[in-house]
């Protein structure tokens, strides 16, 4: 059997930031970091817009407690506000940090690092490399990880998490390249797996985030936290779902509606068009279900709205934001110096996920910890984003948290003895696992039901909820579920299955979206990015707390935990 002292499960910010700083600590260790994709390609490539940090390069009067405010407020003060505190005290070390690894920000003028405006925030504190700051943030790290010898893993994709007695003691990993299949053994296991977008039919995320993490933790007995919340993005570009980055209405674009009107006076008359993502998505919801979206020939009652760059300009269009015109340009052949792109809300983030600690070592329950099981980055919950995160702020979790759970680890190994297991169990389940895909010869395709399942995800748990419709979501589930057993893959190779790949996804999919529904349907009220039409306002007095579903093949349970409110006592949310 294969052993590391750490193995990390995820190449982006947050498994990188983590694993760099075991070796930083302990160069002796032995680190490995896993990832189903190349790390380069994990879904932290793809960040825009930016990463939030008091440096005060800009606004002068910023300070770390305005920040944690706007934090907690943008969170609709669901966050634990012990962890929103380290989050934005640490910030402007862990961007120093980076530059000093050679991270490429855009600057001012006078050379220090530039920073901009962004949703909920009330100062310019967004630090970014022009719209690619997790691309300028990501090569760094990995090409670190290079320097200091973690071993990597890439295009291995993880199937089972290990745990007996109530431990974490390693994981079962398939090699896509071959179809080989591996036990590793480890003092210490990090889930750093990134989210969930791909549970629904429209999102900004990349085809690898199936929140394989959550699901195998789910499976494994482990809770999950707060996964009613789920993030929908207001600028999703009409039809394709990518993102137009928060940075563009950052640096002045306006949303119209079909009367050329910038409705967001409606809604945020302060903010407006940089009011936080859960209050936007909504107004431009309610815009199109009032007959003033727009259609492609540009009449009313469609299903977009309009993003308006044109008054910023070509030259600044094409300095701040150069990736977003391409992606319009490219994507629907819009020019967005002399055309308004179509956009409309789109899956974006998982705000709930693995229970961790501030030091990011797993919960078992809301006063016990996974021994030996770690959780950083959007796969985890802090919770630093409650309800509803801030643009800007995932990045600088993953690297905050990704560094602080690294420190954790460095140190819980020392004391830990290699664990001991019987490999050969796991090994056999996880191949019968595969065999029972690769044996069958007709049924149901997988894309088919994948389709089926999102559909039904983004029908019944969208921007708006509802008792009757979330009921009737979880019944559609249980009909999924039985045709799951049913698909079949033509690929029956070794070499590059990626159909098999898919179809292990798809299951991690089906576990996290029933516990999105569940979870969804057992708060009655109306809280952030969770907005139920029959439970309009929000419930301090019954809600003010943490969800912790449990999943087992017989259903969900779901159990409450409290949530650490120190500094910022709970008040109505305006913009
Ligand atoms: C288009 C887009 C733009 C964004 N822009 C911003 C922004 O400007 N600012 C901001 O703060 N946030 C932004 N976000 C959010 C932010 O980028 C993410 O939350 C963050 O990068 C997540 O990083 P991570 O390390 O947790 O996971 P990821 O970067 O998603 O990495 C997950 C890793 O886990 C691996 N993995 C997953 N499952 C398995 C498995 N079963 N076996 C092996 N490996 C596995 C993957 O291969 C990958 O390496 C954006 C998100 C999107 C989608």
């Known amino acids: 059997m294969r052993e590391h002292d750490v193995i990390i499960i995820g190449g982006g910010l947050a498994g990188c930031r983590a694993a760099l700083e075991i070796k930083r600590i302990n160069p002796s ?92 925030h009330s100062y310019k504190r967004t630090c970014y490399a022009a719209d690619k700051t997790g691309h300028a943030i990501l090569h760094e790290l990995v090409s670190n990880l290079r320097r200091y010898g973690v071993q990597i893993y890439e295009e291995w994709y993880v199937m089972q998490l290990i745990r007996e007695d109530g431990e974490a003691k390693g994981v ?8 080989d299949m591996e036990v590793v053994r480890a003092k210490a296991v990090m889930f750093a797996t990134g989210g969930y977008g791909r549970v629904f039919n429209t999102t900004s995320n990349d085809f690898a985030s199936t929140g394989d993490g959550l699901a195998m ?39 119209r509606n079909s009367e ?8 945020a008359p302060n903010q407006m068009e940089l009011a936080p993502r859960d209050i936007t998505s909504r107004a431009i919801t309610l815009e199109i279900r009032a007959g003033r979206g727009i259609n492609l020939d540009g009449s009313a009652g ?47 983030y998982s705000m709930g996920g693995i229970p961790v600690n501030t030091d990011g070592q797993v919960r078992a329950s809301a006063d016990s910890l996974v021994e030996g099981l770690f959780a950083a980055g959007e796969s985890a919950c802090v919770s630093v984003h409650g309800a509803n995160r801030l643009g800007s702020n995932s990045l600088l979790e993953c690297v905050v948290y990704g560094k ?33 895909l690769l044996d069958k010869s007709e049924g149901i395709r997988i894309n088919q039901l994948r389709q089926e399942f999102q559909d039904c995800m983004t029908e019944h748990c969208g921007v708006f909820r509802s008792e009757k419709i979330m009921k009737e979501g979880l019944e559609k589930i249980e009909q999924l579920k039985k045709k799951y057993d049913l698909i079949y893959l033509d690929d029956k190779d070794n070499c590059w299955n990626t159909e098999l790949i898919e179809a292990l996804e798809l299951k991690n999919l089906m576990i996290v979206g029933e516990i999105i529904l569940a979870s969804a349907l057992n708060r009655k009220e109306s809280r952030g990015a969770h907005s ?36 910022f006592e709970p008040k109505e949310r305006k913009y």
């Open 29 to 120: 260790l032995d680190v490995a970091l896993v990832a189903k994709t190349h790390p380069i390609r994990s879904h932290s490539v793809a960040a825009q817009g930016g990463i939030a940090a008091t440096l005060k390069n800009v606004d002068l009067e910023d300070s770390w407690k305005a920040h944690a405010f706007d934090t907690v407020k943008g969170s609709d003060y669901l966050a634990d506000q012990d962890g929103v505190e380290i989050l934005a005290k640490e910030a402007p070390d862990v961007i120093i940090d980076l530059e000093h690894m050679g991270v490429l920000f855009s600057r001012l003028p006078d050379g220090r690092i530039a920073q901009r405006a962004f949703g909920g």
């Open 172 to 179: 079962v990993m398939y090699q896509i390249f071959n179809g």
């Open 217 to 255: 933790s789910a499976v494994a007995g482990i809770p999950l936290e707060d996964m009613e919340f789920v993030q929908f993005h207001p600028t999703g570009l009409y039809p394709v779902g990518v993102l137009i980055s928060e940075a563009v209405r950052g640096e002045g674009a306006y949303l």
């Open 260 to 267: 050329g009107d910038r409705f967001m006076k409606n809604y």
């Open 302 to 348: 469609g299903p977009f709205v309009y993003l308006d760059l044109r008054h910023m300009g070509k030259e600044k269009i094409m300095s701040r934001v150069p990736f977003c015109w391409e992606e319009a340009h490219r994507l629907v052949g819009v020019d967005a110096i002399e055309q308004p792109m179509p956009v409309r809300p789109t899956v974006h």
């Open 404 to 436: 602080r759970t690294g420190a954790t680890i460095a140190s819980y190994v020392e004391n830990r003895k290699m664990p001991e297991f019987d490999e050969q169990s796991y090994l056999n389940g996880c191949q019968q696992r595969v065999r029972n």
């Open 532 to 567: 139920r039409e029959d439970y309009p306002n929000r419930d301090d007095a019954n809600f003010l707390k943490h969800t912790l579903a449990y999943y087992s093949a017989a259903g969900i349970d779901i159990n409450w935990m409290s949530v650490v409110i120190n500094q």
